[in-house]
C-alpha cells in the first residue's frame, strides 16, 4: 500500500514533511545497501511535486537513467520493501515496470527520457486520449550533453504533442542567464502572466504590416537575448524557468500551468545534489564520490567497504598513465566516466591528451578514428553496457576504416547490483561479427599489463575486456602477448577447461574442487583463434569446458564450435558455462552467480 496515500490531497507542509521523511529514508537505506544517493536526494522534491499533480498511473513518469527515481519509488507501493533496494531479489535500482504499475518504463542508460516521452505523447494522441493524459519525462542536466536528447526535442518541438521535460539542472547551468534583467525575468517565467505575455506579444508581432517586419525580427532576436531557455524555444519547445527544484509549491504551480499549455514545455529547475545531506551537500570537487555510493557511515560519511584485492581498473589506470609517460602518441577518451574508467590519473597529468567528452559514447568512438589516421594511439575506455551506444560508429567510422583505436571495454562479466541495464555479458558477441577487430582479454593483474602493451602497438582496430572489481587469477606471470596466441597453464589427464578473461579464474577455481587433474587453457584471444594449439589439444582431449563471463549466443563456445566444425572434428564436446539467453537480475554477485548455477562448487559437480 502507499504510505502517504494521494499526494494530490496533501497540503504543501504535508508535502514537505513527505519530502523530508522519503530523503531520510534514502539516507538509511542507501547508507546500509549502497546505491546511487546525490541525485536522488537532489530530486526528492521535484518527484514530489509530480506526484501531488500527476497519477502515475495515468501519465507516463518517464525518468532518464532512473538511478534518481528512489523517491517515486518510495511515495508509491514500495515503501515497506524498500530496505531490498539493490539486492538480489529485491527492488531494483532503477524503475522496472514489473516491479510497479508506477513505473513506465525500464531506463539505466542516459538519455533516452524524451525520446520516450515523444513516443508516449504520439501514442496518447492517436488514442485521444490527450485531455487528461500528458507524458512527463525528468532528467538530468548530465544528461543533455548526448546526441539522442536533440534528436527527441527536434521532433517534438515540431509536432508539437503535448509534453513536459523537466530538467533537473544539479552541476551546471545548461543555458546561463546574462545579467541582472535576465536574472529578474526568470523569477516571472513560471507565472501565467509571463506566459500570456509571451503568446500575445507573439500575436502582436505576426498581425504587424509587411513594413515592420524588420522591426518585429530585430525585437524578438532582443527578447530572446535576454531570457534563458533560447536553445529550447528555437527547438519549439515552451521554456519555463529557472526555478528553484527544491520549491515544492512552486514546483506545483509550474508544473499545473504546464499541464494547462496543452503543448511540449520545458521546466528548467534547478537543484543542489545531496540535497539535505551535509556531507554530500558539501563535498565540493569530491561530488562524484557521492553519485554511487558503497555502504557508509551517514553520521561521517566515512565508506564501510572492506579492503579487497587491487581492482583490474586501477591496473588500467596505472598502465596507462605509464604508457603515455613512454610515448607521447598515447591519446584516450572517456564518455562521461573518468574515475569509473580509470582514466582520471591520465587526464589530470596529460589534459591535453585525454578527455572526457560527456555522456556521448557515439562522439567518443568516432572523435578517435580521425586521432588513430593522424598516427596517435588512442585508448577508448568505456563499460561493455556502454560500448553498445557506440556501436554503429565502431563500425562505420573506426573498423571499416581499420584504423588502430583501442578499446578498453571494463564492467566486463556481471555488475551485481545495478542488474539488467548494466551487465556486461554482449561484448564478445557483438564484436566478433565486424570485420578488421581484434579481440582478447588478460585473465591477471600482469597480464593485464601486457594486454594494454599489446594493444599500444596494434595497428588495427582491438578490443580488451576486464572485470569490475579484481581478477579472480593472481597468476603473476608476465608473458607478453602475441597476436592469436593462447597461453597452456597446466597440462593435465582427462578433461580441457579453456578459459578467457576472468573465466581464467574461475577454471582455476573449479580444477581445485574436482579430484580429475584438467588441462587448464588460457585463451587470450577469441578473435583470431588459436588454432594451432586448439588442433593439436583436439588430439589428446575430447571433452572441452568453456569458462567465460559472456552470453552463449555468439561468445566463446560459438568461437570454438565454428572452428571445429570448419576444421570438421567432431569426436569433441564442448559444454559451455557462459550466460543463457536471457537478461540477467540485479543483486550480489554471488548470489545472482548461485541463481545461474554457475559458482565453482555448482560448476564442479557438472564436470564428469
Request: net charge negative; hydrophobic share 40%.
Amino acid at each position: 500500500m502507499h504510505k502517504f496515500g494521494d499526494l494530490k490531497t496533501k497540503s504543501i507542509e504535508e508535502l514537505e514533511e513527505i519530502a523530508s521523511q522519503v530523503r531520510q529514508k534514502i539516507l538509511d537505506t542507501v547508507s546500509v545497501n549502497g546505491g546511487h544517493l546525490s541525485s536522488t536526494l537532489g530530486a526528492t522534491d521535484i518527484i514530489v511535486a509530480m506526484h501531488a499533480v500527476f497519477d502515475a498511473k495515468e501519465n507516463p513518469f518517464i525518468f532518464d537513467v532512473s538511478h534518481q527515481a528512489y523517491a517515486h519509488k518510495l511515495v508509491t507501493n514500495r515503501w515497506d520493501s524498500f530496505d531490498t533496494l539493490r539486492q538480489f531479489g529485491g527492488l531494483s535500482g532503477y524503475t522496472k515496470p514489473k516491479e510497479s504499475d508506477c513505473d513506465y518504463y525500464m531506463a539505466g542508460h542516459s538519455s533516452t527520457s524524451i525520446s520516450l516521452a515523444t513516443g508516449a505523447a504520439k501514442a496518447i494522441a492517436l488514442k485521444g486520449e490527450e485531455e487528461h493524459r500528458v507524458p512527463l519525462a525528468l532528467i538530468g542536466d548530465g544528461s543533455m550533453s548526448a546526441g539522442m536528447v536533440y534528436e527527441a526535442m527536434n521532433e517534438l518541438g515540431d509536432r508539437k504533442y503535448p509534453a513536459i521535460i523537466i530538467l533537473n539542472d544539479n552541476e551546471m547551468s545548461i543555458a546561463s542567464p546574462i545579467g541582472a534583467l535576465s536574472r529578474i525575468l526568470s523569477q516571472k517565467m513560471a507565472s501565467p502572466f509571463y506566459q500570456k505575455f509571451k503568446a500575445k506579444t507573439k500575436e502582436m508581432l505576426e498581425s504587424l504590416p509587411d513594413g515592420a517586419t524588420y522591426l518585429a525580427k530585430r525585437f524578438e532576436e532582443s527578447f530572446h537575448l535576454i531570457t534563458p531557455g533560447i536553445l529550447f524555444e528555437e527547438l519549439g519547445l515552451e521554456y519555463i524557468g529557472p526555478i528553484d527544484g527544491h520549491n515544492i509549491e512552486s514546483m506545483i504551480e509550474t508544473l499545473k500551468l504546464a499541464k494547462q499549455m496543452k503543448r511540449p514545455v520545458i521546466i528548467h529547475t534547478q537543484t543542489t545534489k545531496g540535497k539535505g545531506y551535509e556531507v554530500a551537500e558539501g563535498a565540493g570537487s569530491d561530488k562524484e564520490h557521492w553519485h554511487g555510493v558503497g555502504v557508509f557511515d551517514v553520521a561521517t560519511g566515512v565508506s564501510k567497504k572492506k579492503k579487497s584485492a587491487k581492482a583490474s581498473t586501477a591496473i588500467f589506470a596505472e598502465t596507462l598513465v605509464a604508457l603515455a609517460d613512454e610515448d607521447e602518441k598515447v591519446v584516450g577518451v572517456t564518455a562521461a566516466m573518468p574515475s569509473g574508467t580509470g582514466m582520471a590519473n591520465a587526464m589530470e597529468k596529460y589534459p591535453n591528451r585525454f578527455w572526457d567528452v560527456a555522456i556521448a559514447e557515439q562522439h567518443a568512438v568516432t572523435s578517435m578514428g580521425p586521432l588513430a589516421k593522424e598516427g596517435f594511439k588512442p585508448f577508448c575506455a568505456l563499460y561493455s553496457t556502454f560500448l553498445q551506444r557506440g556501436y554503429d560508429q565502431l563500425i562505420h567510422d573506426i573498423c571499416l576504416m581499420n584504423l588502430g583505436v583501442a578499446f578498453a571495454i571494463d564492467r566486463a562479466g556481471l555488475v551485481g547490483e545495478d542488474g539488467e541495464t548494466h551487465q556486461g555479458v554482449f561484448d564478445i558477441s557483438y564484436l566478433r561479427a565486424i570485420p578488421n577487430m581484434t579481440i582478447f582479454a588478460p585473465s591477471s593483474n600482469s597480464s593485464m599489463v601486457e594486454a594494454m602493451k599489446f594493444a599500444k602497438d596494434f595497428p588495427t582496430p582491438c578490443a580488451f575486456r576486464y572485470p569490475r572489481g579484481a581478477f579472480i587469477s593472481q597468476d603473476e606471470d608476465s608473458t607478453p602477448f602475441e597476436l592469436g596466441k593462447s597461453k597452456l597453464l597446466k597440462e593435465g589427464e582427462k578433461n580441457l577447461f579453456i578459459g578467457y578473461g576472468n573465466g581464467v579464474g574461475r577454471a582455476e577455481e573449479v580444477a581445485e574442487l574436482i579430484e580429475e587433474n584438467p588441462t587448464i587453457l588460457d585463451l587470450r584471444f577469441v578473435k583470431p583463434l588459436d588454432k594451432a594449439m586448439l588442433l593439436n589439444l583436439a588430439k589428446t582431449y575430447k571433452k572441452w569446458y568453456i569458462f567465460s563471463d559472456s552470453v552463449k549466443m555468439g561468445g566463446v563456445g560459438s568461437a570454438i564450435l565454428e572452428f571445429l566444425s570448419e576444421e570438421k572434428i567432431s569426436d569433441v564436446e564442448v559444454i559451455s558455462f557462459e550466460y543463457e539467453d536471457a537478461f540477467i537480475t540485479h543483486g550480489n554477485t554471488k548470489l545472482v552467480e548461485e541463481s545461474l548455477g554457475l559458482l565453482p562448487e555448482q560448476l564442479a559437480t557438472k564436470i564428469n
